[in-house]
């Protein structure tokens, strides 16, 4: 990098800096899409347990089951 000229020298310096920014934005952007996945995964097991539960819990009788029984 000595040897080059202050126009040169600048030009290099660019592409340093916009590589160096590409990778930043590469890894942004994966961590975003890690959270992202967990984030949906963990919904999903959300969602199997409300329904598990659902599934063991007595059901309420309706207002129309409720009022043939009285």
Avoid: C
Wanted: net charge positive.
């Amino acid at each position: 990098m000595y040897g080059m000229s202050g126009p040169e020298l600048l030009t290099q310096l660019r592409v340093h800096d916009t590589l160096r920014e590409a990778e930043r934005i590469h890894q942004v952007s994966a961590a975003l899409k890690e959270r992202n996945a967990a984030r949906r995964a963990l919904f999903a097991m959300n969602v199997v347990r409300f329904w598990r539960r659902a599934a063991t819990l007595p059901s309420a009788p309706t207002s129309h089951e409720a009022a043939v029984a009285s």
